[in-house]
């Protein structure tokens, strides 16, 4: 079946300016996360959603960064006025949350460069 | 969340059994041992999990110590594909609200032919 798919792949930004990343769960997935990863480095939480509920973002880096998943399934993860500090892979996860795994399944990531 | 303790990188002959360590002293009862790893340019891959017993499945087996104390990832007969960072993460039982996953810096496994 279909994997998490994320657009897109590559995505390059002037400073200062606002992107816009998505992420397509695997169908009937409840659970979701986005993670950063910087060059060289393992991912890092930035945020997890519940259906449409966002349940933690205590690891989003700061204001600038702004995530939803209105409808419970495709999730959009924002970030305004763009550093180049924010280069890195954005990687998104979704998992069953009844399962008994609970594995993450991950999509292949959006990578940002921010010039 | 416990740390986990794994060395940088590792190298192992085609064909051969691949044996990643993972040090988790402080991981508490609840906690269970995950592995993912991490193919050049794609998201990281679930592997297997386990929390005391040990466990196999299509793609490797997990040993756990009586303890608890540290765990060994076996690939049976790594190939070249195998190639990747392999990541061991502690974490909550699956069924847990924000089950976020804390990445290490992992183990580069390189497979040789």
């Known amino acids: 079946g279909a994997g998490v798919s994320q657009s897109p792949r590559y995505k390059v930004a002037k400073r200062g300016q606002d992107v816009a990343l998505r992420c397509d769960p695997i169908?009937?997935?409840?659970?979701l996360f986005w993670y950063q990863q910087a060059l060289g480095q393992g991912p890092e939480f930035l945020t997890y959603?519940?259906?449409?509920?966002?349940?933690?973002k205590s690891g989003l880096p700061s204001d600038r960064f702004f995530a939803e998943r209105p409808e419970g399934s495709v999730s959009t993860l924002k970030i305004q006025r763009t550093q180049q500090e924010d280069s890195a892979v954005y990687l998104c996860a979704s998992s069953l949350r009844d399962r008994a795994s609970g594995a993450q399944y991950f999509g292949p990531g959006t990578r940002l460069l921010v010039l | 969340d416990a740390k986990t303790t794994q060395p940088p990188s590792m190298d192992c002959a085609e064909g051969r059994a691949a044996n990643l360590p993972c040090n988790h002293s402080t991981i508490s009862g609840n906690e269970y041992v995950y592995w993912y790893r991490q193919i050049h340019s794609q998201g990281p891959q679930y592997i297997i999990h386990?929390?005391?017993n040990n466990e196999t499945n299509e793609m490797a087996s997990l040993i756990i110590t009586e303890d608890r104390k540290s765990s060994t990832l076996i690939l049976p007969h790594a190939t070249l594909r195998d190639t990747a960072v392999y990541y061991c993460?502690?974490?909550?039982?699956?069924?847990?609200?924000?089950?976020?996953?804390?990445f290490g810096a992992g183990t580069i496994l390189r497979v040789k032919s």
């Open positions: 993460i502690v974490s909550l039982r699956p069924m847990e609200y924000g089950n976020k996953l804390v």
């Open positions: 169908s009937g997935h409840v659970s």
């Open positions: 959603f519940q259906n449409e509920a966002q349940l933690d």
């Open positions: 386990g929390l005391k």
